[in-house]
């Protein structure tokens, strides 16, 4: 069956622009979470949805970060006046349901900020 | 915060022979995962393990859930070149929502 998907695979954005960065869960996953990985890191943990609510943001950095996944499917990750420090790999997961440890990855998006 | 400790940061070894890595905690999991990433890629889901002296199996692969579940180990057997990657432990924070931390890594070199 078809696993996480996310598009853009690459996006360049100038600094101070918006990007939208979106995932597809594997069909029927309610858990879904977003992570951000820089160069030579592991994952670090951003955001974790279950069903359509944001049950847990403590891992976004700031204010200028936002997600929604408003029919508990497909999530968008927003991030507002992008800075150089946002460069990285965002990275999308979804499980099973509550405590699904066993997170399935996307390939991620590569967010370049120039 | 909890963190998981990986070292080497690289490792080096010959197509046909045995690898195994380890990753450490200050503090207790009670799960641990184990990931392959390769370049351009999303980490993919290797082992998970659930019980402290687990050992689990996944063809080549095999991973054992430390008795003081401050530890796990990997062990890769008879190297194949596709084996080359960044091998990552994982495992949940205390609390419900099951988010990862991940340890940074280590990348496994083959040569043919």
């Known amino acids: 069956g078809a696993g996480v998907s996310q598009t853009p695979s690459n996006k360049v954005t100038e600094k101070g622009k918006y990007v939208e960065l979106r995932c597809d869960p ?3 996953h309610t858990a879904l979470y977003w992570y951000r990985q820089s160069l030579g890191q592991g994952p670090e943990f951003l ?3 279950q069903g359509t609510g ?3 943001d403590s891992g976004l950095p700031n204010d200028r970060f936002f997600a929604v996944r408003p029919e508990g ?5 927003k991030i507002q006046r992008t800075e150089r420090g946002d460069s990285a790999v ?3 997961a979804s499980a099973v349901g509550r405590g699904g440890y066993e997170q399935y990855f996307g390939p991620g998006t590569r967010l370049t900020v120039t | 915060g909890q963190q998981l400790n990986q070292s080497p940061q690289s490792m080096f070894i010959q197509e046909g022979e045995d690898v195994s890595m380890n990753c450490t905690s200050s503090s207790i999991f009670n799960t641990w995962l184990w990931y392959k990433q390769d370049p351009g890629e999303g980490p993919v889901l290797l082992i998970a393990l659930y019980k402290a002296g687990e050992l689990t199996s996944n063809g080549r692969l095999t991973a054992q859930f430390g008795i003081t579940r401050k530890d796990s180990f ?4 008879a190297s194949i070149p596709s084996d080359v990657g960044i091998y990552f432990c994982a495992g949940p924070n205390t609390g419900a929502n099951s988010k990862l931390t991940f ?4 990348t496994l070199s083959v040569r043919p």
Not at chain 1, 73 to 77: A, D, E, G
């Open chain 2, 103 to 106: 340890g940074k890594g280590i």
């Open chain 1, 26 to 28: 594997i069909s029927g």
């Open chain 1, 47 to 49: 955001i974790y949805f």
């Open chain 1, 90 to 92: 965002y990275l999308c």
């Open chain 2, 74 to 77: 990997l062990n890769i057997s």
């Open chain 1, 73 to 77: 499917s497909v999530s968008t990750l």
């Open chain 1, 54 to 56: 944001a049950a847990d």
